[in-house]
Protein backbone atom coordinates (compact mmCIF):
# COMPACT_ATOMS: atom_id res chain seq x y z
CA UNK A 1 0.00 0.00 0.00
CA UNK A 2 1.43 3.38 -0.28
CA UNK A 3 1.78 5.71 2.76
CA UNK A 4 0.27 8.67 2.41
CA UNK A 5 0.08 12.22 4.58
CA UNK A 6 -2.76 14.61 4.91
CA UNK A 7 -1.09 18.26 4.67
CA UNK A 8 -3.05 21.24 5.11
CA UNK A 9 -0.60 23.37 2.12
CA UNK A 10 1.59 26.16 2.31
CA UNK A 11 0.35 27.12 5.87
CA UNK A 12 0.62 23.88 7.26
CA UNK A 13 2.79 23.44 10.22
CA UNK A 14 3.98 20.32 8.99
CA UNK A 15 6.73 20.91 6.33
CA UNK A 16 6.56 18.33 3.16
CA UNK A 17 10.04 17.94 4.37
CA UNK A 18 8.14 16.72 7.62
CA UNK A 19 6.44 14.38 5.55
CA UNK A 20 9.63 13.08 3.87
CA UNK A 21 11.12 12.27 7.24
CA UNK A 22 7.71 10.44 8.23
CA UNK A 23 8.56 8.78 5.54
CA UNK A 24 5.60 8.95 3.24
CA UNK A 25 5.20 9.74 -0.36
CA UNK A 26 1.73 10.38 -0.88
CA UNK A 27 0.63 13.63 -0.19
CA UNK A 28 -3.50 13.88 0.83
CA UNK A 29 -4.51 17.82 0.59
CA UNK A 30 -7.29 20.02 -1.04
CA UNK A 31 -7.43 23.77 -2.26
CA UNK A 32 -8.48 24.61 1.57
CA UNK A 33 -8.53 28.44 0.71
CA UNK A 34 -11.61 27.72 -1.74
CA UNK A 35 -14.62 28.94 -0.90
CA UNK A 36 -17.03 26.01 -0.52
CA UNK A 37 -18.93 25.71 -3.64
CA UNK A 38 -16.51 27.53 -6.39
CA UNK A 39 -15.03 25.82 -8.53
CA UNK A 40 -11.21 24.95 -8.26
CA UNK A 41 -9.33 26.15 -11.39
CA UNK A 42 -7.23 24.26 -13.45
CA UNK A 43 -4.29 26.90 -12.49
CA UNK A 44 -4.86 26.52 -9.29
CA UNK A 45 -4.48 22.36 -8.98
CA UNK A 46 -1.50 22.84 -10.89
CA UNK A 47 0.29 25.15 -8.78
CA UNK A 48 -0.47 23.39 -5.83
CA UNK A 49 0.64 20.10 -7.80
CA UNK A 50 3.92 21.83 -8.64
CA UNK A 51 5.01 23.15 -4.94
CA UNK A 52 4.35 19.38 -3.75
CA UNK A 53 5.73 17.90 -6.41
CA UNK A 54 8.85 19.94 -8.13
CA UNK A 55 11.20 19.45 -5.34
CA UNK A 56 14.71 20.69 -4.85
CA UNK A 57 17.16 18.44 -6.28
CA UNK A 58 17.90 15.72 -4.50
CA UNK A 59 15.40 15.92 -2.54
CA UNK A 60 12.93 12.24 -2.26
CA UNK A 61 9.96 12.49 -4.47
CA UNK A 62 6.31 13.41 -3.29
CA UNK A 63 3.01 13.09 -5.27
CA UNK A 64 -0.03 14.94 -4.97
CA UNK A 65 -1.98 11.28 -4.77
CA UNK A 66 -5.68 12.26 -3.14
CA UNK A 67 -7.69 14.87 -2.78
CA UNK A 68 -9.28 14.89 0.80
CA UNK A 69 -11.50 16.49 0.34
CA UNK A 70 -13.67 18.75 -2.79
CA UNK A 71 -16.46 19.88 -0.11
CA UNK A 72 -20.02 19.38 -1.05
CA UNK A 73 -22.41 22.32 -0.27
CA UNK A 74 -25.02 22.32 2.00
CA UNK A 75 -27.76 22.62 -1.00
CA UNK A 76 -26.35 19.41 -2.39
CA UNK A 77 -27.09 17.57 0.75
CA UNK A 78 -30.71 19.42 1.20
CA UNK A 79 -31.94 19.21 -2.38
CA UNK A 80 -30.41 16.20 -4.28
CA UNK A 81 -30.16 16.85 -7.90
CA UNK A 82 -32.05 19.93 -8.12
CA UNK A 83 -29.15 21.36 -6.97
CA UNK A 84 -27.89 21.94 -10.87
CA UNK A 85 -25.52 24.89 -10.29
CA UNK A 86 -23.60 23.11 -7.19
CA UNK A 87 -22.86 20.09 -9.01
CA UNK A 88 -21.88 21.56 -12.53
CA UNK A 89 -18.97 23.66 -10.03
CA UNK A 90 -18.18 20.51 -8.12
CA UNK A 91 -17.70 18.38 -11.89
CA UNK A 92 -15.24 21.36 -12.87
CA UNK A 93 -13.07 21.02 -9.81
CA UNK A 94 -13.01 17.15 -10.30
CA UNK A 95 -11.70 17.82 -13.74
CA UNK A 96 -9.74 20.36 -12.74
CA UNK A 97 -8.03 17.86 -10.42
CA UNK A 98 -8.68 14.74 -12.99
CA UNK A 99 -6.28 16.92 -15.55
CA UNK A 100 -3.72 16.92 -13.16
CA UNK A 101 -3.54 13.33 -13.11
CA UNK A 102 -4.73 12.67 -9.76
CA UNK A 103 -6.96 9.76 -9.38
CA UNK A 104 -8.96 9.87 -5.96
CA UNK A 105 -11.29 12.06 -4.16
CA UNK A 106 -12.45 12.12 -0.88
CA UNK A 107 -15.31 13.59 0.10
CA UNK A 108 -17.78 13.45 2.39
CA UNK A 109 -21.83 14.20 2.87
CA UNK A 110 -22.45 14.63 6.49
CA UNK A 111 -25.09 17.56 6.55
CA UNK A 112 -24.31 20.63 8.98
CA UNK A 113 -21.46 19.76 10.76
CA UNK A 114 -18.78 17.18 9.58
CA UNK A 115 -16.61 15.42 12.07
CA UNK A 116 -17.44 16.38 15.32
CA UNK A 117 -15.70 16.26 19.42
CA UNK A 118 -16.04 18.00 22.02
CA UNK A 119 -12.52 17.98 23.34
CA UNK A 120 -9.35 18.41 21.27
CA UNK A 121 -6.91 18.26 23.85
CA UNK A 122 -7.77 15.60 26.27
CA UNK A 123 -4.94 14.38 28.67
CA UNK A 124 -3.78 10.77 28.10
CA UNK A 125 -2.28 9.12 31.40
CA UNK A 126 1.03 10.01 29.88
CA UNK A 127 0.72 13.25 29.23
CA UNK A 128 -0.24 13.58 25.51
CA UNK A 129 -3.52 14.88 24.18
CA UNK A 130 -6.06 13.45 22.37
CA UNK A 131 -9.52 14.58 20.74
CA UNK A 132 -12.31 13.24 22.80
CA UNK A 133 -16.27 13.23 21.97
CA UNK A 134 -17.76 13.02 25.76
CA UNK A 135 -21.40 12.11 25.76
CA UNK A 136 -22.48 14.34 28.39
CA UNK A 137 -20.50 17.43 26.96
CA UNK A 138 -22.39 17.12 23.98
CA UNK A 139 -25.24 16.99 25.43
CA UNK A 140 -24.79 19.86 27.96
CA UNK A 141 -24.31 21.69 24.12
CA UNK A 142 -27.18 20.82 22.63
CA UNK A 143 -29.19 21.03 25.61
CA UNK A 144 -28.04 24.30 27.21
CA UNK A 145 -25.78 26.08 24.63
CA UNK A 146 -27.82 24.79 21.37
CA UNK A 147 -30.91 24.78 23.38
CA UNK A 148 -32.02 22.43 19.75
CA UNK A 149 -36.02 22.00 19.76
CA UNK A 150 -36.94 18.88 20.62
CA UNK A 151 -33.85 17.52 21.87
CA UNK A 152 -34.52 16.96 25.30
CA UNK A 153 -37.31 14.03 24.07
CA UNK A 154 -34.03 12.05 23.11
CA UNK A 155 -32.28 11.93 26.70
CA UNK A 156 -32.88 9.66 29.13
CA UNK A 157 -33.81 12.01 32.17
CA UNK A 158 -30.83 10.50 33.85
CA UNK A 159 -28.57 12.16 30.52
CA UNK A 160 -30.41 15.40 31.42
CA UNK A 161 -29.12 15.37 34.56
CA UNK A 162 -25.53 14.64 33.88
CA UNK A 163 -25.49 17.61 31.63
CA UNK A 164 -26.96 19.96 33.64
CA UNK A 165 -24.16 19.18 36.03
CA UNK A 166 -21.73 19.49 33.42
CA UNK A 167 -23.23 22.74 32.19
CA UNK A 168 -23.56 24.22 35.48
CA UNK A 169 -20.14 23.51 36.11
CA UNK A 170 -19.02 25.57 33.30
CA UNK A 171 -17.15 28.86 33.02
CA UNK A 172 -18.04 31.41 29.96
CA UNK A 173 -14.53 30.39 28.75
CA UNK A 174 -15.56 26.68 28.90
CA UNK A 175 -18.71 27.24 26.98
CA UNK A 176 -17.04 29.77 24.26
CA UNK A 177 -14.55 26.86 23.91
CA UNK A 178 -17.11 24.10 23.32
CA UNK A 179 -18.80 26.61 20.77
CA UNK A 180 -15.55 26.78 18.78
CA UNK A 181 -14.95 23.00 19.03
CA UNK A 182 -18.36 22.22 18.07
CA UNK A 183 -19.72 24.96 15.84
CA UNK A 184 -16.44 26.73 13.95
CA UNK A 185 -15.52 24.03 11.72
CA UNK A 186 -11.98 21.96 12.36
CA UNK A 187 -8.97 22.03 9.89
CA UNK A 188 -10.16 19.99 7.17
CA UNK A 189 -14.16 20.36 7.63
CA UNK A 190 -16.09 20.51 4.84
CA UNK A 191 -18.92 22.67 6.74
CA UNK A 192 -19.00 25.99 7.15
CA UNK A 193 -18.14 28.03 10.66
CA UNK A 194 -21.19 28.95 12.58
CA UNK A 195 -22.10 31.37 14.96
CA UNK A 196 -25.07 29.30 17.47
CA UNK A 197 -27.81 31.46 15.43
CA UNK A 198 -27.09 30.15 12.49
CA UNK A 199 -26.82 26.68 13.41
CA UNK A 200 -30.34 26.96 14.49
CA UNK A 201 -31.24 28.12 11.26
CA UNK A 202 -29.36 25.62 9.68
CA UNK A 203 -30.98 22.68 11.72
CA UNK A 204 -34.83 24.44 10.77
CA UNK A 205 -33.66 23.90 7.16
CA UNK A 206 -33.13 20.02 7.53
CA UNK A 207 -36.85 19.54 9.35
CA UNK A 208 -37.90 17.63 6.60
CA UNK A 209 -35.40 15.67 5.86
CA UNK A 210 -34.65 11.75 7.41
CA UNK A 211 -32.05 9.34 6.30
CA UNK A 212 -34.59 8.21 3.37
CA UNK A 213 -34.30 11.62 1.47
CA UNK A 214 -30.65 12.56 2.52
CA UNK A 215 -29.23 9.12 0.96
CA UNK A 216 -31.70 9.71 -2.01
CA UNK A 217 -29.53 12.96 -2.81
CA UNK A 218 -26.86 11.87 -2.48
CA UNK A 219 -27.73 9.00 -4.80
CA UNK A 220 -28.83 11.95 -7.37
CA UNK A 221 -25.71 13.36 -6.65
CA UNK A 222 -23.53 10.33 -7.48
CA UNK A 223 -25.74 9.10 -10.62
CA UNK A 224 -24.45 13.10 -12.19
CA UNK A 225 -20.95 12.72 -11.15
CA UNK A 226 -19.98 9.20 -10.94
CA UNK A 227 -19.97 9.11 -15.01
CA UNK A 228 -17.59 11.53 -15.54
CA UNK A 229 -15.59 10.65 -12.48
CA UNK A 230 -15.37 7.15 -14.17
CA UNK A 231 -14.59 8.34 -17.72
CA UNK A 232 -11.64 10.35 -16.41
CA UNK A 233 -10.50 7.49 -14.49
CA UNK A 234 -11.17 8.86 -10.95
CA UNK A 235 -12.58 7.02 -7.87
CA UNK A 236 -14.69 8.92 -5.42
CA UNK A 237 -14.25 7.77 -2.31
CA UNK A 238 -16.87 8.18 0.28
CA UNK A 239 -15.78 9.46 3.94
CA UNK A 240 -17.79 7.75 6.51
CA UNK A 241 -19.65 10.16 9.42
CA UNK A 242 -17.81 10.99 12.43
CA UNK A 243 -19.09 9.86 14.25
CA UNK A 244 -21.05 7.23 12.44
CA UNK A 245 -24.82 7.92 14.18
CA UNK A 246 -27.41 11.00 13.97
CA UNK A 247 -26.40 14.07 15.71
CA UNK A 248 -28.70 16.97 15.94
CA UNK A 249 -31.24 15.06 14.80
CA UNK A 250 -29.91 15.20 11.77
CA UNK A 251 -29.89 12.36 9.52
CA UNK A 252 -26.85 10.25 8.77
CA UNK A 253 -26.12 8.02 5.83
CA UNK A 254 -22.34 6.97 5.83
CA UNK A 255 -22.30 4.76 9.25
CA UNK A 256 -22.79 1.44 8.93
CA UNK A 257 -22.05 -1.48 6.03
CA UNK A 258 -25.82 -1.62 5.12
CA UNK A 259 -25.21 2.10 4.27
CA UNK A 260 -22.45 1.73 2.37
CA UNK A 261 -24.21 -1.54 0.15
CA UNK A 262 -27.64 0.70 -0.16
CA UNK A 263 -25.20 3.32 -2.24
CA UNK A 264 -23.09 0.54 -3.98
CA UNK A 265 -26.58 -1.22 -4.81
CA UNK A 266 -27.93 2.39 -6.28
CA UNK A 267 -24.84 3.21 -7.98
CA UNK A 268 -22.61 0.46 -9.26
CA UNK A 269 -20.39 2.24 -11.05
CA UNK A 270 -16.64 1.69 -9.90
CA UNK A 271 -15.98 5.00 -9.78
CA UNK A 272 -18.37 4.63 -6.22
CA UNK A 273 -15.77 4.07 -3.78
CA UNK A 274 -15.19 4.23 0.21
CA UNK A 275 -12.23 6.04 2.14
CA UNK A 276 -11.92 3.21 5.14
CA UNK A 277 -11.73 5.32 7.92
CA UNK A 278 -11.37 2.68 10.76
CA UNK A 279 -11.25 5.23 13.25
CA UNK A 280 -14.88 6.92 12.18
CA UNK A 281 -16.42 4.08 11.49
CA UNK A 282 -14.95 1.65 14.89
CA UNK A 283 -16.98 4.01 16.97
CA UNK A 284 -20.15 2.13 16.44
CA UNK A 285 -19.38 -1.10 18.15
CA UNK A 286 -21.32 -3.32 15.53
CA UNK A 287 -19.42 -2.19 12.81
CA UNK A 288 -16.98 -5.12 11.74
CA UNK A 289 -14.22 -3.28 10.74
CA UNK A 290 -12.06 -6.34 9.11
CA UNK A 291 -15.35 -7.90 7.44
CA UNK A 292 -16.20 -4.19 6.05
CA UNK A 293 -12.63 -3.71 4.49
CA UNK A 294 -13.11 -7.59 2.84
CA UNK A 295 -16.67 -6.79 1.83
CA UNK A 296 -15.80 -3.79 0.40
CA UNK A 297 -12.23 -4.09 -0.76
CA UNK A 298 -12.62 -3.23 -4.54
CA UNK A 299 -13.72 0.18 -3.93
CA UNK A 300 -11.44 1.23 -1.26
CA UNK A 301 -9.11 3.51 -2.77
CA UNK A 302 -8.45 5.40 -0.25
CA UNK A 303 -8.31 4.43 4.12
CA UNK A 304 -7.77 6.68 6.97
CA UNK A 305 -5.72 4.85 9.47
CA UNK A 306 -6.50 5.17 13.42
CA UNK A 307 -8.24 3.71 16.36
CA UNK A 308 -10.72 4.61 18.51
CA UNK A 309 -11.54 3.24 22.03
CA UNK A 310 -15.23 3.15 23.08
CA UNK A 311 -15.79 4.26 26.57
CA UNK A 312 -18.12 2.89 29.58
CA UNK A 313 -21.12 4.95 28.50
CA UNK A 314 -21.12 3.28 25.21
CA UNK A 315 -21.01 6.44 23.54
CA UNK A 316 -17.93 8.48 24.47
CA UNK A 317 -15.07 8.12 23.18
CA UNK A 318 -11.69 9.05 22.65
CA UNK A 319 -8.60 8.57 20.03
CA UNK A 320 -6.23 5.62 21.04
CA UNK A 321 -2.88 4.98 19.90
CA UNK A 322 -3.08 3.32 16.26
CA UNK A 323 -2.86 -0.23 16.93
CA UNK A 324 -4.60 0.30 20.27
CA UNK A 325 -8.34 0.75 19.88
CA UNK A 326 -11.36 -1.43 19.51
CA UNK A 327 -10.90 -1.87 16.02
CA UNK A 328 -8.79 -5.12 15.21
CA UNK A 329 -6.21 -3.01 12.75
CA UNK A 330 -4.58 -6.04 12.56
CA UNK A 331 -6.89 -7.57 10.68
CA UNK A 332 -8.03 -4.88 8.97
CA UNK A 333 -4.35 -4.55 7.39
CA UNK A 334 -4.73 -7.76 6.44
CA UNK A 335 -7.75 -7.56 3.98
CA UNK A 336 -6.46 -4.36 2.58
CA UNK A 337 -3.05 -6.01 1.67
CA UNK A 338 -4.65 -9.03 -0.07
CA UNK A 339 -6.77 -6.48 -2.48
CA UNK A 340 -3.71 -4.47 -2.65
CA UNK A 341 -1.73 -7.45 -4.07
CA UNK A 342 -4.50 -8.51 -6.35
CA UNK A 343 -4.30 -4.58 -7.83
CA UNK A 344 -2.40 -3.38 -10.64
CA UNK A 345 0.95 -1.26 -9.92
CA UNK A 346 -1.53 1.93 -11.05
CA UNK A 347 -4.01 1.21 -8.64
CA UNK A 348 -2.82 1.24 -5.57
CA UNK A 349 -4.45 1.55 -2.30
CA UNK A 350 -3.36 4.95 -0.58
CA UNK A 351 -3.45 5.09 3.43
CA UNK A 352 -2.77 7.70 5.89
CA UNK A 353 -2.32 7.68 9.14
CA UNK A 354 -4.92 9.34 10.91
CA UNK A 355 -5.39 11.96 13.78
CA UNK A 356 -2.25 11.36 15.97
CA UNK A 357 -1.75 12.65 19.72
CA UNK A 358 -0.23 16.10 20.26
CA UNK A 359 3.12 14.51 22.26
CA UNK A 360 6.47 15.22 22.79
CA UNK A 361 7.69 18.66 21.23
CA UNK A 362 4.47 19.68 19.66
CA UNK A 363 2.85 20.05 23.08
CA UNK A 364 5.16 23.24 23.83
CA UNK A 365 2.78 25.79 24.39
CA UNK A 366 4.39 28.11 21.10
CA UNK A 367 4.06 25.11 19.27
CA UNK A 368 1.00 25.50 16.87
CA UNK A 369 -0.42 22.50 15.36
CA UNK A 370 -3.89 21.50 13.81
CA UNK A 371 -5.98 19.28 15.92
CA UNK A 372 -5.15 15.64 15.23
CA UNK A 373 -2.55 16.61 12.80
CA UNK A 374 0.48 17.32 14.13
CA UNK A 375 3.65 15.76 12.71
CA UNK A 376 5.10 13.67 15.56
CA UNK A 377 1.97 11.64 16.93
CA UNK A 378 1.13 10.84 13.25
CA UNK A 379 5.03 9.58 12.37
CA UNK A 380 4.42 7.01 15.69
CA UNK A 381 0.69 6.28 14.30
CA UNK A 382 2.22 5.55 10.58
CA UNK A 383 5.75 3.80 12.30
CA UNK A 384 3.45 1.52 13.83
CA UNK A 385 1.41 1.03 10.87
CA UNK A 386 4.57 0.31 9.01
CA UNK A 387 5.89 -1.83 11.22
CA UNK A 388 2.82 -4.03 11.74
CA UNK A 389 2.60 -4.33 7.77
CA UNK A 390 6.27 -4.90 7.26
CA UNK A 391 5.51 -8.01 9.65
CA UNK A 392 2.52 -9.31 8.18
CA UNK A 393 4.26 -9.27 4.24
CA UNK A 394 7.29 -11.10 6.34
CA UNK A 395 4.92 -14.17 7.58
CA UNK A 396 2.88 -14.47 4.35
CA UNK A 397 6.43 -14.49 2.11
CA UNK A 398 7.92 -17.09 4.88
CA UNK A 399 4.71 -19.55 4.70
CA UNK A 400 4.61 -19.63 1.23
C1 LIG B 1 -11.00 14.72 10.07
C2 LIG B 1 -11.31 14.15 8.79
C3 LIG B 1 -12.35 14.92 7.99
C4 LIG B 1 -12.51 14.22 6.68
C5 LIG B 1 -13.49 14.79 5.76
C6 LIG B 1 -13.62 13.90 4.54
O1 LIG B 1 -9.94 14.56 10.52
O2 LIG B 1 -11.55 12.81 8.84
O3 LIG B 1 -11.88 16.22 7.77
O4 LIG B 1 -11.32 14.28 6.03
O5 LIG B 1 -14.67 14.87 6.38
O6 LIG B 1 -14.39 14.52 3.58
Redesign the pocket.
Known sequence: MLEGWRWYGPDDPVSLDDVRQAGASHVVTALHQVPIGDVWTRKAVEERKNIIEKSQPGRSALFWSVV??IPIPDDVKRLGGKATRSIEAWIASLEAVASAGIKVI???F?PVV??CRTDLEWELANGARAMRFDQDRFAAFELHILQRAGALTEYSSAAQTRARAVFERMTQADIDYLVMVIASA?P???TEPMTIPQFRNRLEQYRDIDSKVLRKHLIEFLAEVTPVAEQLGVTLTL?PD?PPRPLFGLPRIASSAEDYQALFDAVPSKANGI?L?TG?LGVRAENDLPAMAERFAPRIAFA?LRATRREADGLSFHESDHLDGDVDMISVLKALLRENRRRAADNRIVFRP??GHRMLDDLAATKRTNP?YTAIGRLRGLAELRGAIRAIEHDRMAAA
Open positions: ESCYNMDWLGSTHDCCSHDHG
